[in-house]
């Protein structure tokens, strides 16, 4: 008991000490900040400030560079008059405004945004290099404090569900090359790998990708290296095709489990439960400026392609724009094949909404409809895989088909370039406990503010309330209803 009781200690301990250390150029750096102020304009993504400008024959420590980046993000002068090389976008214009919005552009998976140039300055490159390289290094962390009415287990709520806890949810590592996707005269190529460590890397980790720690252990601490992928991009194909080899997030969906990329700190019991990561081969046509289509080829979802339970698996899309930009539907099927039951051998059909009602208003839908065939039956002879669940089956059947569907909506209002009101309606049947353990229906209602320091800070409270309908499911099957108070702090560098 001695020991487990310093050992949660230590676990308090490791956000704070995390974010020391990213923290520490701030500090290093004071005394040689300058009196310069320059200003930045909001980009395309969630870390796009303008690159600093150091006067000239100006020499700084790596530190000291570092600190001015921040320095200038959260103090900048009136409107900046730097000018940009970054070249002009092909397509339809962006719809939304990002920051303080995740994305600026409705998002589809398995390629970058084709059209869109690299025109992202990030504090670590910057300090680096001066932004100057194709190749970029950053990432963020993300300690997270939630506050609940259970008190064994949040779950099947995601990220946060050890109840009443102060822990790091993500520090994360890119090292990334985007392809040129703007140019129509050469096929180009990227890469991206990530690093991942903190209590999230239990919904990232994939069978065979060192994946013991969760699924044999149960830690609650880890590291997944959660997407190593090449981009190689065919622009004579169509309006140009980018082609995706290796392991990348699961395409459909509003959300994705790495932090900056979603509206709201926790994540919707629909995504919760779904497909996170696959291995394999996607390529992303664009047809036209308002039509998008998918093919691809996997070895199912969240395993290696080495492991016993991979198996081929399709993935088709299709994505269609409206020429005012206001809405875009994305139709799924993900991991298709003969639906047999193996490691998170999900059959996944998925279609995705967005509207946007005005220049402030906007809002995503998202419905799913999954199933696995052959599910062993729980307390049947046949014993589930180790770190799946079985599925409540009829009385006197040792297998049988475990379906679950769901539907998520996301409206978002828009204050300014710094903030931005979020509320989430979920509901989700999990109809033979295959996914979250118990068989029954759930419903969920999310309230966040987002707000922005610069374009590299990111605090995002929220108020929470769930209910399981049919049988209690929350805090390990002992309550109906779960209320949770919670905020994740996303520091870029």
């Known amino acids: 008991m001695r020991r487990s009781y310093k ?28 009196q310069q102020d320059l200003g930045q304009q909001p980009g395309g993504s969630v870390t796009t400030p303008d690159a600093p400008q150091p006067a000239a024959g100006e020499t700084k420590s790596f530190f000291a560079r570092w600190a001015d980046f921040y320095r200038q993000d959260w103090r900048p002068a009136s409107p900046s008059t730097v000018s940009s090389s970054t070249p002009a976008r092909r397509g339809l214009p962006s719809p939304l405004d990002s920051p303080p919005f995740p994305d600026s552009d409705w998002s589809y998976g398995g390629s970058p945004v084709i059209g869109e140039p690299d025109g992202n300055s990030y504090p670590l490159m910057t300090a680096i290099n001066g932004a100057k390289s194709r190749t970029k290094l950053y990432g963020w962390i993300d300690p997270t404090l939630n506050f609940s009415t259970s008190s064994r287990s949040n779950a099947p709520e995601a990220n946060d ?12 590592l890119y090292a990334e090359q985007l392809p040129d996707s703007v140019q129509r005269d050469h096929v180009d190529w990227g890469y991206h790998l990530t690093a991942l460590y903190g209590t999230d890397y239990r919904f990232t980790t994939g069978k065979g990708y060192w994946s013991g720690p ?42 994705a489990q790495l932090a900056p990329n979603n509206y709201i700190f926790s994540h919707s019991l629909l995504y919760a439960i779904d497909p996170f990561t696959d291995t394999g081969l996607i390529a992303t046509v664009k047809l ?15 395993v290696a392609l080495w492991t016993s339970d991979a198996k081929p698996s399709g993935t088709f ?16 099927a993900n991991g298709i094949n003969d639906g047999k039951y193996a490691y998170n051998n999900l059959q996944q059909y998925d279609t995705t909404w967005y509207h946007k009602f005005s220049k402030t208003w906007h809002m995503a839908t998202e419905a799913w409809y999954m199933y696995e065939r052959d599910v062993p039956a729980v307390g049947g002879p046949i014993q589930p895989e180790t770190g799946t669940n079985g599925a409540y089956c009829l009385p006197g059947e040792q297998r049988c088909t475990a379906p679950e569907y769901a539907v998520v909506n996301f409206l978002q209002k828009e204050f300014s370039a710094h903030d931005f009101l979020s509320f989430r309606s979920d509901f989700l049947d999990d109809k033979k406990g295959q ?7 759930y419903s969920e209602n999310t309230i966040m503010w987002c707000h922005w320091i610069g374009s590299t800070v990111q605090l995002r409270p929220e108020l929470r309330f769930e209910r399981a309908w049919d049988v209690p499911a929350y805090d390990n099957g002992r309550k109906h209803n779960q209320l949770t108070a919670a905020s994740d702090l996303i520091f870029h560098f």
Not at 288 to 302: A, E, F, R, S
Not at 435 to 441: D, E, H, N, S, V
């Open 214 to 255: 969760w699924v044999n252990d149960h830690r609650e601490y880890g590291f997944d290296p959660t997407l190593e992928y090449v981009d190689i991009y065919i622009p004579q194909v169509a309006q140009g095709m980018n082609v995706r080899v290796g392991r990348y997030i699961s395409v459909p969906g509003i959300e």
């Open 435 to 441: 996914r979250t353990g118990y068989a029954t229906k």
């Open 7 to 34: 050992l949660r200690r230590w676990q308090w301990l490791l956000p704070l000490v995390g974010s020391a250390v990213f923290l520490c150029p701030l500090c290093l750096g004071q005394q040689a900040l300058g």
């Open 161 to 172: 569900v050890y109840a009443n806890r102060l822990e790091m949810n993500q520090i994360v």
């Open 317 to 332: 899309c299709l994505s269609y724009t409206t020429k005012s930009v206001n809405d875009n539907f994305y139709a799924c």
């Open 288 to 302: 036209n400026d308002q039509w998008l289509v998918q093919v691809g080829i996997t070895g199912g979802h969240d």
